[in-house]
Every structure is written in C-alpha cells, then in structure tokens.
C-alpha cells in the first residue's frame, strides 16, 4: 500500500467514524477532508461547473466542486468516488440532524395547536427570565371562555377546531418578535411578551390581542365568536421568579373571567346564516350616518353610512366583526343592500331638506367588486333620479389585485356616475400603485396617520401623503378628526374634505336629519379647543 493510499483511508476512517457530522460543521470538515483526499482546489459554491472540473450536488443549491491544479493531471475515477464518498457522509448527516431537529420539535410542541407544550414552555421562561438583560416583558395566561359549553354543543371535533384557531392567532404577529406562546392544557394558553415599553404598552397589546382572539371563527356551516379572558404579570427586573409570574398572570386571569356579568359569558352563537338573515328581516341592522365636511367652504358635503346592529341577547355587534361573518356566509351582498337601500333614502330625505345635493359613502369590501355583481349593476339605474351622488369605499386593507373584471364593472359604475373612493390608505397596508390603478373620486386618508400630527414626524408623513395624492389629482378626506389641533394640521396641509367625532359622530338618519333642520348645512364643530 503507498503513503497516498494510506492517507486517503486515514481520511475516509476520519469521516466515517465522526458520522453524524454535528450539523453546523458539515460544510469546514467536508471540506477539510476533500482537500486531504484529493489535489487541486476544492471548494463549496452555489452552482456548478462543467468537466474537467468535479461537481457534486450537495442539495439546497450547494456543490462541492474540485479544480484541477494547472497543469496537473485530470481526476482520476478514485478521486471522484472519494469526494462522491464524502459528499454522501455530507447529506446524510445533514438529514440526521433535520430529522433530530423535528423529531424534538414534535415531542416539544401541542399537536393540536402547533404551540408549544407546557413543559417546554416553561423551560424556555427559565431561559429567557435568565438571560435577559434589563428588558421589560410580560407572562400572559389566556383561558377560552365557555368552553365547556362550547363541547358540548359543539362535540369534541369542532371544539377542536376553536383551540386549533386560536392557536393560529396566537402564533401570527400578534405579539411582538421573540415572544412565544403555549397550550397549558385544555382551553389554557400562556405566552411570553418580549421587548415591552411598558405598562401601557402592555395594556395596548393585551387590548389587542384580546380584539384579535375574539374574531369570528368560522366552525363548520356556522360563524362563532368566542371571548378569551387574558391576565398579564408585568415583569421589569430579570430577579423575578418565573414561576410566580406565570401564577400571577393565572391568577388575574381567574379574576376577570369571574367578574364578568353572566350575561357576557359566552360562547356567542352570534349568528349562522339564519340568525343574520333573522337580524336584517327584523331591522336589527341599522345605520349610522356620519357627516363629510369641506374644510374650506365650512359645509357639509355628504355622508358616510355606517352598518350597525344589534344581537338580541348580546346587545350591540361591532361592525367589523358582522362584516367578517357576512363574508364568511357569503352574504354581503345583502347586508350592503340594506345599507345601500337605507342610505338613499335617507340621503333623499336630508338633500331635499337641504335644497341641495347630497353625497353618500358607502363601504364595501374587495371582494363585492367584480362584474357579475347584480346588486352594483342596479345601482345606476337606480340612481338616475335621486339627488344624491354615491360613492362606494373601499378599505385599502383589502385590495390585492386590481383585475380586469373589477376594472370593468368600475368603469361600468362610473358611467353611471357612481364613484369609487379608497378606504383606510396608509393604515399600513398598501401598495402605492393603488393610488394610480383607478380615478378614485376620494382617497380617505386613515387615522392612524392624522393621529400622529401632534409629533412633526406624522406631520411629515401626513405632509406627504396628501401631497402625492393632490400630485395625481385625487381628492383627499382626512378621516377621524378628534381634535381641534388634528383639524387645523389637515387644514393647513392643504386637504379640504374631512370627517371625525370633532366634527361629528356617526348617528342614527333621525338625528343627521333633526341636525340639517336646525343647522342646515353649516359646518358642525365639537368643543372649542383648550
Ligand atoms: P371606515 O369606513 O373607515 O369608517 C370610519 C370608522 O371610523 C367608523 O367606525 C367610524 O365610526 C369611526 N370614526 C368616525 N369618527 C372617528 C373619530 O373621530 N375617531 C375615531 N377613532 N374613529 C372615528 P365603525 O362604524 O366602527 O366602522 C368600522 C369599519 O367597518 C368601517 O371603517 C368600514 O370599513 C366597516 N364598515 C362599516 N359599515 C360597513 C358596511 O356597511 N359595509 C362594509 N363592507 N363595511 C362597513
Ligand atoms: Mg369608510
Ligand atoms: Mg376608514
């Protein structure tokens, strides 16, 4: 046997007695071996390279590729076979440790849910109260409500599919990056929350996750709503006792799910399709209409219906939340017809009482847009003699993609002299060319960005914003006035058309028309500022 044979048993030995290679060294000693093994250059790149070179797939777009020295001689069939070795060695460590890693993942996590089991759970509390440095985070206990009930009405399998959304909702970006949640058991949650502010931070996150859980959850033919109660433990120095915090939080929780009103436990069957269907034939769907004033002439210029219902037993359903449950039963179309019937009338009431025309803003979804929709195609025809111009919005947050058929019925509209306005723009989600994909009649700009004007950060943004849409020639609403100041910067940056509590809240059609009898037209204010 030569010197070189011996070296390249010694190598193949190595490689083979090390298997599993630990997974983070795979790439330096599968290297390190084939430069032993073979002359020449070896190296690891993401494409390969055609013969004389050897090019082995390593998978995940890696190859290790051997170079001929210059001049030297072609590889030869053992050199090949080596690398091929050592490339196999390479994978199926790689696998092992894939498999090792899933495997604990299993073991560690809820089946159910896709959370976290308690055990692990707490572990990783441990590890995260121990390393730490002096950041503030909070342990959450979270608990469904009425669950037992929900069991039983239910059975078993669709119950399950309640905890498996949640669990869904609660591994979303719900709670800040580095936050992580568990199944305790049950209907029992927990979660940590890393990187807080502070209390108030906290109380914004709980709001909102509590907002976030509560979403209707769609089970089999019917849409429920669950309440989930959620108690929190502060936690600003890494010396607490992980165990202590998790109690406390547990036992906050306890606390508010006892004083609640029996009459708020659910679970709320707040509606199948019977129920809303049972909800619009008995007028329990109603509409609040809130004024669009023009800054500059100091008048109203029109409305905004806002859907409104109630539930008998629950009382007052927020609309978002009977919006998403239509749209799971497929019936928004008849909750915008009574919106829309509604509207008109009203709107009819006010311009004749006004003496002048009227425009009314209608909300619909995305998805209510397309060109075989009987309920848009009416409306032109419809409107032929009302003096009222109409405007349907369209949240931001919804549109994805601008097609040919929606372009089609909106062309169709607009014929008809119905205007198209984008809803809620710059409440984080969109993409600017939506702005430049239709000839909206309004842009409404959302809260979120006339809030901020206090801070001259927001301002500029606000700034921005009303600029670009003025540079496409759209109009701009500044929606969600609450304060003077708030009025005076969408004033002063220019944007005349604007709706908020300051100017007025939504109302019942009884109420906005009394108000145009005593008022006419003019301007409402809120309270002079401070
Ligand atoms: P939106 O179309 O952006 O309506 C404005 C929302 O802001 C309304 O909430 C209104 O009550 C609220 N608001 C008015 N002034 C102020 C203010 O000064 N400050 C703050 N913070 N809020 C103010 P609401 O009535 O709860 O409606 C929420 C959303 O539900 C609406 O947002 C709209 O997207 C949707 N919606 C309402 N009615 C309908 C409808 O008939 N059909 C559809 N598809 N969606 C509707
Ligand atoms: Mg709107
Ligand atoms: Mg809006």
Redesign the pocket.
Known sequence: MSGDDRVLIDVLAEAATEMPWPEERIEEWLLGWSRRAVPGDVLLQDFATPPPDVSLDLGEQRFLVARRPPGGLPFSELDRRLLNALVTMATASRHAARRDARLRRQALTDELTGLWQQGHFRELLDQTMSSRSDETLAVLFLDIDGMKRLNETLGHLDADVVLQEIGVRLRSDVLPPGSFAARMGGDEFAAVVRHLEDAADLERLVAHLHETLRGPILVGEAVLQVEVSIGEALSLSGTDDPDALLRRAERQMRQRKRARTPAMLPPRWYDDRTVLRDMIDQGRVEV?Y?PVVDLGAEEIVGY?????ARQLEFGPV???ML?GAAAQLRM?DE??AV?LDHGLETMGSIAARAGQPLTLG????FEQLHEDSRLLRSLPGRMADLDVHLVL?I?ERHVTRWTPSQRAIAAELAAGGIGLAV??FGAGYSALGLLTSWDWEWV?I??ALIADTEGSGGRTVLGNVSRMIGELDQVAVA????TAAEAAAARALGITLA????FA??APAEAALASVSALGLQMPTGPAPE
């Open positions: 609040a809130q905004e219906a806002l859907v409104r927020s609309p978002m919006i928004l909750l915008t919106v209608v909300n619909i979804e919005e949240s809803d809620d409404k959302d809260r929606e969600g006035i609450e709706q908020g509590t300051y809240p939504p």
